[in-house]
Every structure is written in structure tokens, then in C-alpha cells.
């Protein structure tokens, strides 16, 4: 287990994950990551949701040995499930059947789900909360706050009011294990923009309950503890919740077949660098795709340039902006480069993407290539560049 101390009557039992390949089936990890659990103990015994299926035997070893150890003959009163995803509730089952007097704390959207999951009756140990109502732990108290579709409708967070800490769900979380040594912006922006970016105004309706609340620590179900100048996480998640550019900056994602169209991103890019403007290129064919997005919500400029495949758009541009819509990419200004060797159609149908994303606007012109770079089209790559250009 990683050390983590949060308080006296606070303990963190969650469990680092260093083999996982993909989180979600989709998301490169290469430092992994951590599924959150915390055991609250004062004159009643909450657990803070579960974890993962993939590390089960962990996580209940260091449940036992908080228990064991530190409170022998106690066991604990309360599960609370703030998040029915299976990274965090595939343990309900097994928990509540090892300490049968366990009772399960959440809302009536989870308690409606929980049968979807689990085979176990629940009705017995079923804690029914609505919106505001708090629970006694002793000198600890419980206050709950529904927070639906952050990430899925029953999330809920839970606020302990003696010490001023929001158990904030997926909220404020980020890949990584805790033995990460890493910043936490990148890869929580990355696990925001890429898991809930969809849902920016929950996330927003969230944040003016948290702005009510006297928050001093957040302990999110992915990452780090948040203890320190909590003003620096709660203004991202504003900014990437409203959809604002975050900073200033040029992504050019390119989808190439034979390196032409990359030659020409890159060399926009050279133009661009030129002109003073920080530009970040991805190979949407090799590049994490993840990255790739989050880039295009971070800075307030995107320019898309793919190849023309069979009529259609080259397979990892199309995947791109399927992944930018799914996410309610808008706010930004676009540039548009497409090659076609006989009948250029990536344009256009780039085009379809963009008129789909709310307030973006289209820098002009359109660069066009039929095959590779001439001196018609570097002129309208030029042409592009001072129109993105600062
Ligand atoms: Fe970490 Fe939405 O689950």
C-alpha cells in the first residue's frame, strides 16, 4: 500500500496498479494507475467505495490490516459508494459478504444499478441518501452531494465536515500510481479531458456545490491526495469544464500515409515556430491518441491534416474527430490541410467535423495537396500560417 496519510481518523487502503496496459480498455497508462479507497474510523467504521477487480486480494489485505492492527475486534459499519464503475465498485459483493453487518451507503440511482452488477440482496443493509443528508460517524460527520454524470448518473461526493475533506469520486483524479513522481496537471488534465470532458456542465454544477463548502483536502478515487493550494486544481477543472483554451498554442494532428502529409504539417509547424507560435504536432497513427486530444482541448488553436483513403478520410483522422465530438470539443479556431493525389475529399469531410463543433471557427484558407508540397500550395500553407498566427 502507498503511504498516504491524511489524518489520525482518515486512512487511505487503496491500491496502486503498475501492470495495467489500458485503463478503460483504451488509455495508455505508462505509469499506471491508483484506485482510491479510504477507511474513515471514529465511533462508526466507513469505507470509502472499493476497487478494481484487478487487485481485489490487495486491497482487502490492507483492509484487514487496518482492521486487524489497528482496531482489533472492530469491524466496519459503512460502505460508502460514491461510483458504480467497476474500477471502483467490483469489490461491493465481496466486501459486504466478508463483514455481514456491513451496511451500503448511497443514492437511489446505485441502489437502482447495484442488481445490473452484483447477484448479493442489498436490501438489509441498504442506506438510502437524497441530496444534503449527512450521516454520523461520531465526532465525524457525512454530507452527501449527488453529482450525476461525473462521470456516470449516480456518482455522488461525500463531504466530512470535521475536517474538511470532499471524497470527491473521478473528480480531481489522474493516471498515474501515488509512487508517481510527475506534476499533477498533464495527466490530470489528460484523464479528465479524455474520461469526463463530455460533461462539462455537470462538472460545472459540481463546482458551485464545492464553492458552498469549506474544503482543506480532496481525495479523489485516481491519484494523489490534494492538500495543498487546492485554488490551483479547482480553477482547471473550471477552465477545462467550461471549454476555455487553457493556454495559448498551435496542435497540429496529421494523419499521413506515405509521409507527405506529415512533410507538410511539419512544415506549418516550422512556419508557425517562425512566426513566434508554440506548436505541438501528433501522428495520429502512432502518436498517443489520448494526448492528441487532450492538446487539442489545452491550446486554443487546432489544425487537422490528413490524406485522403479511399474516398474517405484516412482511418486515425476520422477516429480523431469522432473521439473531439464525443468529447464536446468547441471554443477553438480551426485549420484544415488535406492531400489527395486524383480526387481530394479529407477536406470536406473535415469540414462536416468542424461545422459540428459548437463556436469554432475556421482559419482560411484550406491548404491543399495533391500528393506532395508545390509552390501553389506552400503559399497556402503560408497563407494558413498567418492566419493562425498571434
Ligand atoms: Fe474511475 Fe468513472 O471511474
Avoid at 68 to 83: C, I, N, T
Avoid at 105 to 133: C, I
Wanted: glycine share 6%.
Amino acid at each position: 500500500m502507498s503511504k498516504v496519510n491524511i489524518s489520525e481518523a482518515v486512512h487511505y487502503i487503496g491500491c496502486d496498479d503498475h501492470d495495467i496496459d489500458l485503463f478503460e480498455s483504451q488509455y495508455l497508462v505508462p505509469d499506471g494507475v491508483s484506485y482510491n479507497s479510504y477507511l474513515i474510523v471514529d465511533e462508526k467504521i466507513a469505507i470509502m467505495d472499493t476497487v478494481d477487480a484487478r487487485v481485489t486480494e490487495q486491497w482487502l489485505a490492507n483492509l484487514e490490516q487496518e482492521m486487524e492492527h489497528r482496531f482489533p475486534g472492530r469491524q466496519p459499519d459503512y460502505l460508502v459508494v460514491s461510483h458504480l464503475e467497476p474500477d471502483h465498485a467490483a469489490n461491493i459483493q465481496r466486501v459486504c459478504e466478508k463483514y455481514p453487518e456491513l451496511k451500503v451507503v448511497s443514492n437511489a440511482k446505485t441502489f437502482a444499478m447495484l442488481p445490473q452488477f452484483f447477484t448479493l440482496d442489498f436490501s438489509a443493509r441498504k442506506v438510502e441518501v437524497r441530496e444534503g443528508d449527512t450521516l454520523s460517524l461520531g465526532s465525524h460527520t457525512l454530507h452527501f452531494y449527488l453529482a450525476p454524470m461525473v462521470h456516470w448518473p449516480e456518482v455522488m461526493v461525500t463531504y466530512e465536515s470535521a475536517e474538511k475533506i470532499l471524497f470527491s469520486a473521478d473528480g480531481f483524479g489522474k493516471f498515474g500510481t501515488l509512487d508517481t513522481q510527475e506534476d499533477w496537471d498533464d495527466e490530470a488534465r489528460r484523464y479528465y479531458i479524455n474520461i469526463v470532458g463530455k460533461y462539462g456542465a455537470p462538472v460545472q454544477a459540481l463546482l458551485k456545490k464545492a464553492a458552498a463548502l469549506d474544503i482543506r483536502t480532496i481525495c479523489p478515487l485516481h491519484g494523489p491526495v490534494l492538500k495543498e493550494n487546492l485554488a490551483h486544481y479547482l480553477e482547471k477543472y473550471d477552465i477545462w469544464s467550461s471549454y476555455r483554451p487553457e493556454d495559448e498554442g498551435v496542435t497540429i494532428a496529421y494523419a499521413s500515409i506515405h509521409g507527405n502529409t506529415a512533410a507538410a504539417a511539419k512544415e506549418l509547424a516550422a512556419l508557425l515556430k517562425e512566426k513566434g507560435q508554440e506548436v505541438f504536432l501528433f501522428d495520429l497513427a502512432r502518436d498517443d491518441m489520448a494526448k492528441a486530444i487532450e492538446d487539442a482541448f489545452r491550446y486554443d488553436r487546432l489544425v487537422l491534416a490528413a490524406a485522403t483513403y479511399d474516398g474517405g478520410l484516412f482511418p486515425c483522422m476520422a477516429d480523431f474527430l469522432y473521439h473531439l465530438k464525443l468529447k464536446n470539443f468547441q471554443k477553438r479556431t480551426i485549420g484544415i490541410l488535406e492531400n489527395g493525389s486524383w480526387a481530394p475529399m479529407a477536406g470536406k469531410l473535415m469540414k462536416e467535423y468542424v461545422e459540428g463543433f459548437k463556436d469554432c471557427v475556421t482559419a482560411e484558407p484550406t491548404v491543399t495537396i495533391k500528393s506532395t508540397l508545390n509552390a501553389a500550395s506552400r503559399e497556402q500553407l503560408e497563407q494558413l500560417a498567418l492566419a493562425l498566427a498571434k
